[in-house]
């Protein structure tokens, strides 16, 4: 229901359609920075989002990710090549009250979700920043998702499926004066890698600054490498208590 049909919806979709899995032009996770990064898998196999996990049984991700298709969400240490994968059940989803999508998907409005799931076994788990998101603009920022890495043939993607977890870095930036997409952190690429950014596959992944989660994966334009990010400073207050709601 809440699928991409444009180039800034980067969840993965298309019936019979796949396309390649990490972030494009990215780094190996060589040292498991992003040990918290998970991915949400349908039952056909299949790839669709990222997320993060915030508690060890709560995933947080972006909303437009959440559709009609059964999920379960796949961890492990990606650090790893064809490392052991394990999955955790999906036991509710709670999409933030206000979301909210225009037709074409060129802007979605409070775009982030939780995931409720069964005990998940992992050693670090993410931490949300309370920075005011306002104040971000101008420093640097890390990112990482389970997006496309290139315009790769299907063979290609099925080796593709078990490289480590890819990272990116970028620049946090002014926000546009049209940006109609709620509080959020638009982000550039480095200069010195300007083909680097997110892909298909990447949505509901981390922002990372200083160590901490101040964004979620919503948007990016293909030609530029611009993304949007759901502020994650504004709904501290409504993560923290649907968590405490629900358990």
Request: proline letters at 3%; glycine letters at 8%.
């Amino acid at each position: 229901m809440w699928q991409t049909v444009a180039f800034v919806a980067l969840c993965y979709c298309g019936e019979g359609r796949r396309q390649p899995l990490r972030v494009h032009k990215g780094m190996t996770d060589v040292h498991n920075e992003f040990s918290f990064a998970v991915h949400m898998q349908t039952d056909q196999g299949q790839r669709s989002c990222t997320g993060s996990l915030i508690a060890l049984n709560w995933v947080l991700t972006a909303a437009h990710c959440i559709n009609d298709e059964q999920f379960v969400i796949r961890y492990a240490n990606f650090t790893i090549r064809k490392g052991r994968v394990r999955v955790a059940k999906v036991l509710k989803i709670i999409v933030h009250p206000a979301f909210a999508f225009t037709e074409d998907f060129h802007h979605l409005y409070n775009d982030i979700a939780l995931i409720k799931t069964t005990f998940i076994y992992n050693k670090t788990i993410g931490r949300l920043s309370a920075i005011d998101y306002k104040a971000l603009t101008g420093l640097p920022v890390k990112y990482a998702g389970f997006g496309a890495t290139s315009k790769a043939s299907y063979e290609y993607v099925i080796e593709d499926q078990y490289m480590p977890l890819q990272v990116g870095e970028a620049v946090v930036v002014i926000r546009p004066y049209n940006d109609l997409q709620g509080p959020c952190l638009v982000i550039a690429p480095k200069c010195s890698n300007r083909e680097q950014g997110i892909r298909g596959g990447d949505s509901g992944g981390p922002l990372i600054y200083d160590g901490s989660i101040v964004g979620v994966a919503m948007s990016s334009t293909i030609h530029d490498n611009i993304a949007h990010y759901a502020a994650v400073s504004t709904y501290l207050q409504w993560i923290h208590n649907t968590m405490k709601t629900y358990g």
